[in-house]
């Protein structure tokens, strides 16, 4: 078998970057990436046969640890019945089913083939819903790739906002404000200005893709009356937290109801998924009832839908999130003192943990931008080096799965402290 080395090598001269995803490559946190050849449980297996404790979890969807036997039985399975038809299948109404006896705020559901496609639609459709066009979203929130998210804030308030990537034409991004997350004065000051324009707010309800930040008490309350108020619709942008706190949402936890959810990662059990969710009366805007089009050759796929209706049948049993909230906090009770007397930080919620390299717990995307990111690269590559795959980059949360065993977390919090005492 090949090294990493060469096979990056090689890869950079057929890939761009020799990627797929650019945070792969390592580029935040310097290096060279790994090529991982297996999983199992909470264990991943680069190409040289060295072995990490996983906290990156591919990003979200694997709650259930690496190769669950169920879950890959379901892909099995599903997979020999035949892979793709591109008509209806039976997994279909069962995995909405699933969706909308999980989350009281969904009535129907779409399901796509990504994150990205699932807010993307949820844009569209809110702009046909309400006939307007402006959309608010928050600084250091990640709603995937499409050209309308890739905002970054301009120098004021109501200025222009900044595309975040070359390729996006002006007019792609003139509707997209940007304000800054936990901070409701802002998002007053927007609707002021642009009362009866704003389609929609959407937000990741805990922000996820800038370490993990919380809301403030009361906060995402404002955000959903000041939207009713102004009757735009309100999206929770779910695909990290859907079933990872809960089974449901972070709705369900915060019992705030947005009008749109997006899902992705996790219902999808380890394979390509995404969903879009919500009330019956804006969802039936969608084609075709309506005439806000979405598509997609392989929506709905029946081998997808195999593993995430198993995945999501074995999370039904809740005591799943109580072992998770349990093992999470023991692990952090066993590395905080330490972070704290290095001058760090941490914050952990359900089964998603992540250090920040400062003194302070981050409100936002500014607070989050003092992060020592030097420290936090010494940090990734001592973990690597001693067989702790963590998700390379400081403004990404990590996750355990039930995989994740007492032994498993012991083994990598003795690691971390003896790595926090010497960075
Ligand atoms: C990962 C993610 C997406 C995009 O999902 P993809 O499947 O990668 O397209 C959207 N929103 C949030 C909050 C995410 O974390």
């Known amino acids: 078998m090949a090294s990493s080395k060469e ?16 945070v792969r490559s390592f580029s935040s946190v310097g290096g060279e990436p790994i090529y991982i050849e297996s999983g199992k449980g909470p264990i991943i297996t680069d190409v040289e046969d060295k072995e990490y404790i996983d906290f990156c979890a591919s990003w979200g969807p694997l709650i259930l640890g690496h190769a669950h036997p169920e879950v890959v039985n379901a892909i099995k399975e599903s997979s020999e019945k035949g892979i793709t038809f591109g008509t209806n299948c039976p997994n279909e109404p069962i995995m909405a089913e699933l969706i909308v006896n999980a989350i009281p705020s969904i009535e129907k559901v779409r399901l796509t083939t990504s994150g990205t496609e699932a807010t993307m639609t949820a844009l569209r459709l809110a702009r046909g819903y309400t006939k307007r066009n402006k959309m608010v979203k928050f600084e250091g929130c990640y709603h995937g790739h499409a050209d309308a998210f890739l905002v970054n804030a301009g120098s004021g308030l109501l200025t222009n906002s900044i595309s975040s990537s070359e390729g996006i034409p002006e007019n792609a991004i003139n509707d997209t404000i940007v304000v800054p997350f936990n901070d409701i004065e802002s998002l007053k000051e927007v609707f002021n200005q642009y009362k009866e324009e704003i389609a929609c707010v959407i937000v990741e309800p805990i922000a996820g893709n800038m370490g993990i930040i919380k809301p403030n008490d009361g906060y995402l309350e404002s955000i959903r009356e000041i939207t009713k108020d102004n009757k735009s619709l309100l999206i929770f942008d779910e695909v990290i937290t859907g079933f990872r706190l809960c089974y449901g949402g972070y709705q369900n936890l915060c019992k705030i109801t947005p009008d749109l959810t997006t899902l992705g990662k996790i219902i999808g059990g380890g394979l390509p998924i995404g969903a879009i969710g919500g009330r019956k ?25 195999a593993a995430g209706i198993q995945t999501l049948e074995i999370l039904k049993d809740s005591s799943i999130y109580d072992k998770l909230n349990i093992a999470i906090n023991v692990f952090i009770d066993s590395i905080k003192d330490d972070i704290l007397k290095a001058g760090y930080n941490y914050q952990a919620i359900g089964s998603m943990f992540c250090i920040y ?25 001592y973990l690597l080096e001693n067989g702790i795959y963590c998700s390379p980059s400081q403004y990404e949360t990590n996750f355990i799965s039930i995989a994740h065993s007492n032994t498993t977390l012991e083994k990598a919090s003795s690691i971390i402290r003896k790595c926090l005492s010497q960075i």
């Open 7 to 22: 096979l990056f090598d090689i890869s950079k001269k057929l890939i761009p970057g020799g990627v797929n995803s650019p």
């Open 281 to 305: 009366d804006i969802m039936d805007f969608l084609s075709p009832i309506g005439n806000v089009y979405q598509a997609g050759t392989l929506s709905g796929n029946p081998v997808a839908l």
């Open 357 to 381: 390299f400062q003194e302070n717990v981050p409100k936002n995307l500014t607070d989050m931008q003092n992060c020592n990111i030097d420290r936090f690269n010494k940090y990734f590559h």
